[in-house]
């Protein structure tokens, strides 16, 4: 069954900054891969899937974009975060059954 | 455009009594139907699906939930609570009928007391 890697686990930020959090994924080829966001006391948010390597889709304009070099490696990036940028970052997987990995807590001050 | 409504925010409950998740959808289309379970700081794990057949589906954990067409709905219930089911849980819609691009309510935190 496939695993799904995260870091970093926790973030914090002055706002401002860039941002890189990864995600790469075992045990399974041509996944897709979504990026989530969890909002303080909200539900998930879906910002970003990708079908294939180099093929990204953004659900919601944003300050946030997405990247995926390799197969079974996707990136969300910002060139400068906002404060509303904070939130639980999840990114999940599919070849089938959608499985999450154990997210990336940022925090923007 | 589909979307999931989970009529509780939150649900206190004494450990082995019984609970019901609430959680309505709206689709024009076929759709498949599941519930996650979110541990504090962790990600999402399956509960259970309905992608056809039986309306009860069985979940892990001791929990099931049943798909009512009529009713669009898809709450979740378990007999006997225990203190380690406190999270938050949230269920989910498969607009397309298969599993890309879930469509996830906002959660209902269920927090159960001894």
């Known amino acids: 069954s496939q ?3 995260q870091w970093p686990a926790t973030l914090v930020q002055p706002v401002g900054s860039p941002l890189s ?10 996944p897709n891969l979504y990026w989530y ?3 303080a006391g909200r539900g998930l948010q879906l910002l970003f899937y990708s079908v294939g390597i180099g093929q990204i889709s953004s659900e919601v304009p944003q300050n946030l974009s997405a990247s995926r070099p390799q197969d079974r490696q996707f990136i969300l990036s910002s060139k400068k975060l906002l404060l509303s940028d904070s939130g639980f970052y999840l990114c999940a997987c599919s070849t089938g ?3 999450f990995g154990e997210g990336s807590r940022l925090t923007v001050l | 455009a589909q979307s999931v409504t989970q009529l509780d925010s939150q649900v206190p409950v004494f450990e082995e ?3 019901e998740l609430r959680c309505n959808y709206s689709s024009s289309v076929s759709v498949y139907l599941f519930w996650y379970v979110q541990y504090p700081n962790q990600g999402l794990q399956l509960l259970l699906k309905y992608l056809s057949g039986s309306t009860l589906v069985k979940g892990i954990n001791g929990f099931e939930a049943e798909f009512n067409k009529s009713q669009t709905s898809f709450h979740l219930r378990k007999p006997s609570v225990h203190i380690s089911d406190t ?3 949230f269920c989910a819609v498969s607009p397309s009928g298969g599993y890309n691009k879930l469509i996830f309510g906002a959660g209902t935190r269920l927090a159960v007391h001894p």
Not at chain 1, 21 to 30: D, F, K, P, R
């Open chain 1, 97 to 99: 059954e959608l499985f």
């Open chain 1, 3 to 5: 695993t799904i890697h």
């Open chain 2, 87 to 89: 999270a938050e849980y």
């Open chain 1, 21 to 30: 959090l990864e995600c790469t994924v075992e045990g399974t080829s041509n």
């Open chain 1, 37 to 39: 966001r969890q909002a």
């Open chain 2, 17 to 19: 009594a019984p609970v």
